[in-house]
């Protein structure tokens, strides 16, 4: 008002001093034009302002949910431990205003560790506003579901403590504990219990977990190796753990699955007797022509906390490298040309022999044989025809590349010391597989008595006489039926009488001896108050062997070969087949120059593992020219990944050339094994006393490699690559939380006592500790907006002071 009245008095000294306008001025519309814009800079030089005022600001406190991510929460039957936890959020949140849930709720999750469970209050704010049904879950357990409860340690004590550094500038107005109370260090917890009652912050609990149960069992890991070959035995080491059922009888069974993960058929049994806490198992099974999954189960217990635990998968392949056979005749039947496949072939005593082990794929065999008035034997190649060479291997690294020799009626004339003394080493350090078969040139007859080859027979012959005349009944002893040779087909009734019907061979060596720790596989004459052993299998070394009485190749054995089974089903064939596979089951590591082995098949946290390895040359002979050197790596891409160490200490008396520094040995760093006097690499390799992020188990694999070289004085050089191999190592640990599988609610009752809290029953006991916390209201927010500030009364002057002077220019004024 000041400034207008400034205004008034300004243009009335003006008036006094000028004048009075002209006449032209003093038109009417001129004046109202100027009396317009006069009223409008008055209005804007008075200023008038408007005052709004509204409600403050309103402060929910925060809520922040700790939701136990550990292993012991996946108990729980028919609904998990952890499914339990997310439904009575979800029901809690339904019941709440999403944007009450969406900003003041926080929920994180803990294990060995506190984590932030991303966006969960948004994802629960939008499972009710999409009114989902109350207890829906799938908002919230999507989210949850990235990580679930894998933990196998509860550190919660350190979790309240981590939780205290998230509360931002203001403490929250309660902490909920979702949990079954199962943690390592309880005391540890009601302390922290106490510290936040102390501050004000309210420790409310929810306890899951049935406690009208008896106990548990569970699975914990299966180890199987990766790779096997068909038709020999697989070995399943099963580590379980019980609780509250100690004495109590079950089975752990190896099942088959279908491509569709359906159980198939029962591979493998074995009755245990619980003993409570950690234990192992192992089980076999015999692996037929394809990989495929196995699934090891334990049946749940009547009164069993959860099943959910009771069952671990493995997946094993079948090793198609093809085996060797070096098939050695000295039969004299008759030669003859036949043709097969539009190809003339040289046929004779061993040609039905090599046609039923190259039926299967993977066998290959390479055929000797003594030509008639050639006094020597030669090979004859896969073409059936003579090679016109000497055929046995004229090196032991040549004979190295076999993995099975089939002597059939040879005499050991046929053969030179050196290539015996070949023969006898490729069995005990190669792993070779080695049988004699029955004929006038076998055992004592055939002048092997006093050879490399009596001794790792696994008869004695010095009394044995061939009689040629005699019929050779081969009867499968009760005891050895369930041997994988004699394994036909798969029925176990159908098999029994296949193997009652085993027709007679002409001839038979009698007074063959079984060796001790042999195995006597059939016999002649089974009737009889004294049997004679016909079929004995025994090791040597690392090697197997296997000892017939009877011949089984043509003539001596055509009822053998062709009258076995129905038209078109030659038994004969699986049996040899079979032979071929069992007596090479070590092959497929002898062959191997580098050959690595532990002391145990698992092992505890701060055990030490005995690393052991043992390298071969070209000609099986063991050697320490080699430098060996070996790395760890994780089992599985399922591991600790903030973990770039191995739980597995490095020795203190290696040389360190990888630049690292930490006590632990890193993923992937390699590090040499030094010799031993006795012809060994070996290092002991002390674990770790924790496993990486508290996991309950651990499997490491060990890769080792020899290289030639070592001659620099360190025995640690390395050049050309020779072999490699690895070594799968389990480690079990035994958390303090899987020890008993029970939720202790009594710890989070107290929890909630000392800390001032609430022990919460329900969902809706749940949702109302978040409503009903007291909420801030701030002092009332007041703003005031100029009035006068607005566009169009700017537009109005300017748009009058524009007409004036347009009208005024029109008249001659301006």
């Given amino acids: 008002m000041a400034g207008a009245g400034a205004v008034v008095a300004v243009w009335i000294v003006l008036r006094l001093v000028v004048g009075k306008p002209a006449g032209p001025a003093r038109r009417t519309g001129l004046l109202v034009l100027r009396a317009a814009t006069l009223l409008v800079l008055l209005a804007i030089l008075a200023g008038p302002v408007r005052v709004d005022s509204s409600a403050g600001a309103v402060r929910r406190p925060d809520v922040f949910v700790l939701l136990d991510g550990s292993q012991s929460m996946t108990i729980g039957s028919p609904a998990s431990r952890w499914d339990e936890a997310v439904a009575a959020l979800s029901t809690a949140a339904s019941t709440l205003e999403p944007t009450v849930v969406d900003n003041s709720l926080h929920v994180f999750r803990f294990g060995h560790r506190l984590s932030a469970v991303d966006d969960a209050g948004n994802a629960i704010a939008r499972s009710a506003s999409k009114g989902l049904p109350p207890g829906d879950t799938r908002q919230l357990a999507d989210r949850l579901r990235q990580g679930g409860p894998t933990d196998s340690d509860t550190r919660l004590a350190e979790a309240l403590r981590q939780l205290s550094g998230r509360f931002g500038q203001r403490p929250p107005g309660a902490v909920v504990l979702v949990s079954d109370g199962r943690a390592r260090d309880a005391a540890a917890v009601e ?14 609990v929810y306890p899951v977990g049935s406690l009208a149960r008896g106990g548990d069992v569970a699975l914990v890991a299966v180890v199987a190796p990766q790779r096997v ?3 020999s035995d697989v070995e399943v080491q099963v580590f379980l753990r019980s609780f509250g059922y100690s004495g109590r009888r079950t089975e752990v069974q190896v099942v088959g699955l279908d491509d569709e993960s359906r159980p198939q058929d029962v591979l493998a049994s074995l009755p245990v007797t619980l003993r409570g806490g950690a234990q192992s198992v192992t089980l076999s099974y015999r692996s037929d022509t394809r990989g495929r999954t196995i699934a090891v189960h334990v049946p749940a217990q009547d009164d069993e906390l959860s099943p959910r635990n009771n069952q671990l998968t493995a997946h094993v392949d079948i090793d198609r490298t093809k085996i060797r056979v070096l098939y050695i005749e000295g039969g004299e039947g008759p030669l003859r040309v036949v043709t097969r496949g539009g190809r003339r072939e040289l046929d004779g005593p061993f040609g039905e022999l090599r046609e039923m082990l190259t039926e299967d794929e993977d066998i290959e065999c390479v ?6 008035g050639a006094g020597e034997l030669y090979r004859v190649s896969s073409y059936g025809q003579a090679t016109g060479r000497q055929g046995f291997p004229e090196t032991q690294a040549e004979l190295s590349a076999f993995d099975c020799v089939i002597l059939s009626d040879v005499a050991a004339t046929s053969f030179t010391e050196e290539q015996l003394d070949w023969l006898a080493r490729w069995v005990e350090n190669r792993g070779g597989g080695l049988v004699m078969t029955g004929g006038a040139e076998s055992f004592l007859d055939g002048g092997w008595g006093g050879t490399p080859l009596a001794e790792l027979l696994p008869v004695s012959f010095a009394d044995s006489q061939w009689l040629p005349s005699g ?8 005891e050895a039926a369930g041997h994988s040779i004699w394994q036909i087909v798969s029925d176990r009734e159908q098999n029994r009488a296949i193997l009652d019907a085993v027709p007679p061979v002409e001839g038979l060596h009698q007074g063959l001896e079984p060796k001790p720790l042999t195995e006597v596989l059939a016999v002649a004459g089974a009737d009889a108050s004294e049997p004679a052993p016909v079929l ?3 090791r040597y070394g690392r090697g197997r062997t296997m000892s017939l009485a009877v011949p089984l190749t043509a003539p001596a054995a055509e009822k053998f070969l062709h009258e076995w089974g129905p038209s078109g089903n030659r038994h004969a064939g699986k049996f040899w087949r079979n ?8 092959s497929s590591i002898g062959r191997r120059r580098l050959i690595a082995a532990a002391d145990k098949r698992f092992y505890r946290p701060g055990e030490t593992i005995a690393l052991s390895a043992v390298a071969y040359d070209e000609t099986a002979t063991r050697t320490t020219s080699y430098s060996v050197w070996a790395m760890i790596e994780p089992k599985s891409l399922d591991f600790d990944d903030d973990s770039l160490t191995a739980p597995v200490r490095w020795p203190n008396a290696l040389p360190r050339e990888s630049g690292e520094d930490g006590p632990r040995i890193v993923w992937g760093e390699e590090f040499p094994l030094p ?3 006795d012809g060994r690499y070996e290092l002991p390799l002390e674990l770790a006393e924790r496993l990486s992020g508290g996991a309950g188990d651990e499997g490491l694999r060990i890769e080792l490699t020899a290289y030639e070289g070592g001659g620099d004085g360190t025995g640690f050089s390395r050049g050309t690559q020779v072999d490699s191999t690895s070594l799968d190592i389990q480690i079990l640990s035994d958390p303090f939380e899987q020890q008993n599988p029970f939720p202790n609610h009594d710890l989070l009752r107290r929890v909630a006592g000392v800390s001032g809290g609430r022990v919460l029953q329900s969902p809706d006991e749940l949702a109302a500790v978040i ?3 007291p909420v801030a209201v701030g002092p009332p927010v007041i703003s005031t907006v100029p009035v006068w500030n607005r566009w169009w009364l700017w537009g109005v002057l300017i748009g009058l002071l524009t007409i004036e002077w347009v009208w005024r220019r029109g008249v001659g004024l301006a």
């Fill in 536 to 538: 004995v299998a025994g």
């Fill in 367 to 372: 055929v000797l044989s003594e030509l008639p």
């Fill in 675 to 677: 010799r031993t006097a």
């Fill in 579 to 586: 032979v071929v596979y069992w007596l090479t089951e070590g």
């Fill in 771 to 773: 409503a009903d916390l």
């Fill in 191 to 204: 302390e922290m219990a106490v510290h936040y009652g102390e501050r004000g912050i309210p420790l409310s």
């Fill in 471 to 478: 019929e050779g009944e081969i009867a499968p002893t009760d």
């Fill in 229 to 231: 070959r068909k038709f």
